[in-house]
């Protein structure tokens, strides 16, 4: 047996940005009136605003979510720059970001765009609102506040805005899991990759699990249709090992002699397709494990390993703003298990570390989150600024183990 290797794996390239997994309630719906909404605007003077949905009725609302360090998404914001200054009023981009301001200000003023409007999506609230696991991601709402599309940027060009202020009808091509699912049902067994599986039940419910290579002219993503249906597009196996066991980068292991196998190039990418309905009796993320430790050599296990941690402590130092409380932490809104998730989605802030609580306080104690993310200082003075401190230490966590057998 070859000898492993233990290594980290972190899924971060400048092709492919994971998101927070999380759940979405009461979501925008395709062709229907978006919620209410607000946001906060980086105004000129370098200050911030809430600007209401309900205040950019009668123009197109193009929310655009980007980060600094995606590449993908930069070309994107020079070319909405120009369709704002070629279409004016009729029309509002909001380029929407949850990294911090200081990464989002020298982004500004390197990058020049000035017709766009700026945004920070403080507490992942759009980003939970506007549902998506990969950047960039585009969301189109028309003058009465439909909800048109939610698609990539390159859906969006002057022709496209030009057909949105006539009121005429657009055909985007829909990137995220309210779109509409077309399949070609077959029955069989999975015998090669190109061979999918599908039977039907008296309700005309479909299981159906399809594998395929490498598609040409698709980006990697992840669209989570419903709890019963998931799509990836373009994945190395290590992403769908990781989304189907909902585990950040920061906590996958990758063991094997050979990490090459794994990488995001073309020949290592897959297509992968789960319809599992409810009458199967077993959830999606467990027939998605069976098939791919069925089909491929690399298998998965949940093991307690040593690593380094980034744990988030309870303070000896008075908190430096209001509304605390007997325990002396801050209570608005979020918990202290969100800004564990906070932390370890935006990797940056603690070195790709796991974050774990060992403040001695409940993972459902209230805090205010809102204020961390806007305080524009090191990660220990905005967390001393909550009654809290972190500490980079050894310490057993739970990990997602992935090896070859």
Not at 17 to 39: H, N, R, Y
Not at 145 to 163: L, R, T
Not at 168 to 176: D, G, I, L
Request: hydrophobic share 35%; with cysteine; aromatic share 10%.
């Amino acid at each position: 047996m070859k000898k492993t290797l233990l290594a980290t794996f972190v899924i971060l390239t400048n092709a492919v940005f994971a998101q927070t997994f999380m759940s979405q309630t009461d979501p925008p719906m395709l062709g229907k009136v978006c919620p209410e909404f607000s946001m906060s605007i980086i105004t000129s003077k370098g200050t911030e605003k809430n600007l209401a949905l309900s205040e950019l009725h009668g123009k197109i609302v193009i929310l655009e979510f980007w980060a600094t360090y995606c590449a993908p998404c930069i070309p994107f914001l020079k070319h909405f720059d120009k369709l704002q200054a070629q279409f004016g009023d009729a029309i509002k981009f909001i380029a929407v970001s949850e990294e911090n301001r200081d990464k989002v200000d020298a982004f500004i003023t390197k990058r020049e765009n000035k017709n766009i409007t700026y945004a920070m999506d403080w507490g992942h609230k759009l980003n939970d609102m506007f549902y998506h696991h990969f950047i960039p991601h585009t969301v189109v709402i028309d003058q009465d506040g439909i909800v048109q599309a939610f698609c990539s940027p390159d859906e969006i060009d002057q022709f496209v805005i030009a057909k949105l202020i006539n009121r005429e009808p657009v055909a985007f091509n829909m990137k995220h899991e309210y779109q509409e699912a077309s399949y070609t049902q077959s029955t069989g067994v999975l015998q090669n990759y190109d061979q999918p599986i599908s039977v039907k039940n008296p309700k005309n419910q479909t299981y159906r699990i399809e594998l395929s290579n490498y598609k040409e002219g698709k980006v990697t993503e992840f669209i989570k249709e419903s709890s019963t249906e998931y799509k990836f597009i373009n994945c190395p196996l290590t992403l769908i090992y990781q989304i189907l066991y909902d585990k950040k980068s920061s906590r996958v292991l990758l063991e094997v002699s050979d990490k090459s196998k794994y990488s995001f190039e073309n020949n290592n990418l897959y297509c992968l397709e789960l319809n599992i309905p409810d009458y199967i009796g077993k959830n999606i993320q467990e027939i998605g494990l069976q098939q791919l430790e069925t089909l491929f050599s690399l298998k998965s296990k949940i093991e307690t390993r040593i690593q380094k941690v980034f744990s988030i402590q309870k303070s000896n130092l008075q908190v430096t703003v209001s509304s605390i409380d007997s325990t002396g932490i801050i209570q608005k809104g979020l918990t202290i298990k969100d800004l564990m998730n906070y932390l370890e989605s935006n990797p940056q802030l603690v070195n790709n570390l796991p974050v774990i609580n060992e403040s001695g306080l409940s993972d459902n104690t209230m805090l205010d989150l809102d204020w961390f993310q806007n305080y524009p200082d090191s990660i220990e003075n905005r967390l001393r600024t909550l009654g809290l401190h972190g500490e980079v230490k050894m310490a057993d966590i739970l990990c997602l183990v992935l090896y070859e057998q």
